[in-house]
Structures are given as C-alpha cells and as structure tokens.
C-alpha cells in the first residue's frame, strides 16, 4: 500500500509541474540576443516568445550563420504547434527553475527549443538550436501572459 501510494505521489508530481505550464503558459521578453559565433547584442522592445498549451508564437531575431539557406523565410518569426514537449522541474533553495525542452517544424527548418525560467517576473532565458545553422540564445524578462499578442 505504500509503494502504490508513493507511486501516485510521484506520478503526480512530475504531471502537475506540466499541467501547470501548459495552463499558464510562457512569456519571456528578451531583451540580449547571445548568437554562437557573434558578440552578444541588447535588444530593443518588441521581441517575445509565447508558448501556450501546444502552440508556439514567436518575433525573435536571429544572428548565425546558415548552412542551408531557404528563400523567402520570416526568419524566427512564426506560430506554429510544438512536439515531443519535456518539462523538467527542478526546487532550488530560495527558487523553482523550470526546463521545457520542445521542438518546432516551420518552412522545411526544425528548430529545437529550450525555455528555461524561475517563474514571472524573473529572469527567463530562450536556447534556439535551429537544423540549418548555428544556435542563439536570448535572455529577458518572464511576464505575465498578455491578453493580446
């Protein structure tokens, strides 16, 4: 009875933290852009990713260097659905880091995608790894979800 009980406990835990953030979503401004093989760059307003139940939205800029060019791409500028989501929840002493790791398929190009945050109003941090080039990173602020973006 109590390794059935632990087990509920546990499967439990690892399935909320997820629930939860399909809920809520992520919002995260950045607000640097850290290419791989180019000086970091402060960015000016604007810029964001959303991901919300199974769906992503981002305007992001991208600085790297392309192996296969496509023609006629709108870059990281796209809202597409996301697969093979994986949340890993991690309690910290004083924080609760949060690692989502998904991919996305847009214009032939597949992106894998890590968001990592400590919760709104902290710092989030946005890992860009797409299949044609080299990866960028941005990090920013984690907002509430706006009711329009």
Known sequence: ?????????L????????????NKGIYIEPDMMIPM???SKM???????KLKNDTIDMYLPYMGETYSPVFNSDGLNFKEPVKNVKVQVKNKKNSTRTTTNLEVEHQGIKYKIQLTTWGVNENGQIDVNPNNGTSCSYSG??????VKK
């Open 1 to 9: 009875m109590k390794r059935l009980f632990t087990m509920m406990m």
């Open 11 to 22: 499967l439990t835990m690892m399935v909320l933290p997820s629930m939860s953030q399909d």
């Open 141 to 146: 602020q984690q907002t509430e979800m706006p």
């Open 43 to 49: 960015l000016e307003g604007g810029y964001y990713l």
């Open 37 to 39: 093989k180019f000086p």
